[in-house]
């Protein structure tokens, strides 16, 4: 017998199964074998944020990250926040803010996040000024600059500037294109 025809022997012993997929664009379907069938409720393409997250934590001196209930004034007076760096969703607040279109998609090039939000970072941080970056939830796009920061200044590499801030606030979780797009950058040569 070949391994081909042993291959579909075996494939007819498998279990079927369904697999609910979601569309970026939150857009359902259940996949079953070759079939997909709608599903009719609509809901988003990301995960919803219900629950406040408004504490930030400083990763290096000057330089806090959070989800954007981090961009209250309560919380922007209580850490003294003197910049605010918007990923991808765009806020207003009192204080010197810069915002970053950025879609959290695997897909996305990071290099012009990392050109526009670097900079911006480092001028606040040499300044001695508190910064925070956000995005909506805190955990993809600002962990990417996070540790692409800690990467161009303290010339880390992706593996211990991810633990870092990884140990700091441990939700952060970069998308898979992001993480592999870092890691495929130097220590010290980012931008």
Do not use: W
């Amino acid at each position: 017998m070949s391994f081909l025809s042993e291959l579909k022997r075996q494939k007819n012993k498998l279990k079927e199964t369904e697999t609910v997929v979601t569309n970026v664009d939150g857009k359902r379907f259940i996949e079953k074998g070759d079939e997909r069938q709608n599903i009719a409720q609509s809901s988003y393409g990301f995960v919803v944020d219900t629950k406040p997250d408004d504490i930030p934590v400083m990763i290096v001196d000057y330089m806090y990250i959070g989800s954007q209930d981090c961009t209250t004034k309560a919380v922007i007076e209580k850490y003294n926040i003197k910049h605010v760096l918007s990923l991808g969703i765009n806020i207003t607040v009192s204080v010197d803010h810069e915002f970053v279109e950025c879609l959290d998609l695997p897909e996305t090039d990071i290099r012009y996040l990392l050109k526009k939000s670097l900079s911006f970072i480092r001028k606040s941080v040499e300044c001695k000024e508190n910064i925070l970056v956000h995005c909506n939830a805190g955990v993809s796009r600002t962990s990417t600059v996070a540790i692409a920061y800690l990467m161009q200044f303290e010339r880390m590499s992706f593996d211990v500037a991810y633990h870092l801030v990884k140990e700091k606030r441990p939700a952060i979780q970069p998308n898979a294109g992001f993480r592999k797009q870092l890691k495929a950058l130097s220590p010290g040569n980012v931008i």
